[in-house]
């Protein structure tokens, strides 16, 4: 399954020939063609036609007229598999930021134009492996949120010691400050 391994990737945005927004990637969710809430359950449409196409694209939506949703195409042609972008953390700026997807979205500059895009860095937006995970610590495993169907499938995974994570499963508490782990930048790699 790709959605955990993305955990500790970089998303990178040039912003010019010098420039670059890049953010870790701290939390995560896997949809499939299989189960009632992915866009793709009920075949193909005008709508969700990315979901079904080249993995490596951008599929983006916009969720209840407001918010886009950034997710990644995954799987095979013709199959709708995809993961959503739940949470990034960005070195230096505020901690919930871009904690939640259309926080994340807005963050990036991601909305609907940019649905289909291949991620590449000849398109200015790409993904790069990130930190060690034996370094970043647990990756949490549980349910989806913010769906009503097919809610109980474990397909949400986020980084425990991330102060930038959505919404925790009961019980776990946001890490303080002097025990989180802190993304680091492109450079520090």
Known sequence: MVA???????????????SY????????????????????FTGRTPRNETLFGDPGNFYIYLSYGINNCV??????????????????????????????????????GLNRNFDNLTLSPANDFWLKEGDNLTRMGNIVQTTRIGISQAKDIPWRWYLKSSRSVSKRVKGDRIPSKNKCWTPPTLEEL
């Not at 955990?4 to 010098?18: A, V, W, Y």
């Not at 505020?94 to 994340?104: K, V, W």
């Open 4 to 18: 955990p391994n993305l955990i500790g990737c970089f998303l990178i945005k040039r912003l010019s020939k010098n």
């Open 21 to 40: 927004l890049t953010g870790v990637i701290v939390e995560t969710e896997a949809y499939s063609q299989e189960e009632a809430s992915c866009h793709g």
């Open 71 to 108: 997710n990644i195409v995954t799987g095979k042609k013709n199959w709708a598999n995809g993961v959503l972008l739940r949470s990034i953390a960005i070195k230096g700026e505020n901690e919930r930021i871009a904690s939640g997807p259309g926080l994340l979205a807005k963050r990036f």
